[in-house]
């Protein structure tokens, strides 16, 4: 069973709108830690955001949110008033077990967003 | 500070041939990875290590190896190159382990075996 699913393969959204790109996980453990990456055309992986399992918050930052839903294991990534920049792969990634020396990320498929002026 | 760096960006190699990509960081982080990714797929570990010395199978080892003699470096070889190693590579390094220690990448290298 995958661990991580991104069941949008690819998105059109205006430029201005909200986005939400959605992230299911899959995990047994207490503790885990989840990650959204962004990648532009030119390659390089660009950290966005971090939700650990036990905060109480949703992680922001900036125009990023990560609406987390521990019951319904999801983990969607929202953006505001979307950039023609925000065009790029966004990839969401899970770390399990945060305890020392776990560094393994699982990631999912990915969502190519395109931001339509 | 650089980063994250890749030698090469760019390889082409005939089926057997071997290579090896060097990963530098100079970010004194103790945790380096490889991942590859291909299409449709997203990216997948094939070995990490936690500290000079140190190396562990992720995901997706087999037909690679590597070694960290150095704390800024990891390498990763392919020994024997097949066609299904055809990928884009990249490594990561992170401080160390704990909530919120991201992964920073560094710009991947395009492999295309024949």
């Known amino acids: 069973a995958q661990k991580i699913t991104q069941t949008q393969p690819g998105m059109f959204v205006q430029e201005k709108e909200a986005v939400t790109l959605d992230c299911t996980y899959d995990?047994?453990?207490?503790?885990?830690?989840l990650f959204w990456y962004k990648q532009p055309s030119s390659g390089e992986m660009i950290f966005l955001i971090y939700q650990g399992s036990y905060d109480e918050q949703n992680a922001t930052e900036g125009r990023y949110s990560l609406n987390f839903q521990k019951a319904r294991k999801s983990a969607n990534l929202v953006i505001s008033a979307s950039q023609l920049g925000d065009s790029a792969m966004y990839f969401c990634?899970?770390?399990?077990?945060?305890?020392?020396?776990?560094?393994?990320?699982?990631f999912g498929t990915g969502t190519r967003l395109t931001i339509i002026p | 500070n650089a980063g994250v760096t890749q030698t090469p960006k760019f390889r082409v190699l005939k089926t057997g041939q071997s290579m090896t990509l060097l990963c530098a960081q100079d970010?004194?982080?103790?945790?380096m990875y490889w991942y590859r990714q291909d299409p449709g797929m997203g990216l997948r570990l094939i070995h990490y290590?936690?500290?000079?010395?140190?190396?562990a199978k992720g995901e997706v080892p087999d037909g690679y190896n590597v070694s960290r003699l150095k704390k800024q470096n990891f390498l990763l070889g392919l020994e024997s190159a097949a066609p299904s190693q055809t990928s884009v590579y990249f490594c990561?390094?992170?401080?160390?382990?704990?909530?919120?220690?991201?992964?920073?990448f560094g710009p991947g290298t395009r492999l295309t075996v024949t």
């Open positions: 995990t047994s453990d207490q503790s885990y830690g």
């Open positions: 990634a899970m770390r399990e077990a945060e305890i020392f020396g776990n560094e393994k990320l699982t």
């Open positions: 990561a390094s992170s401080y160390r382990s704990g909530r919120g220690y991201e992964q920073y």
């Open positions: 290590s936690v500290g000079e010395g140190t190396t």
């Open positions: 970010m004194n982080h103790e945790y």
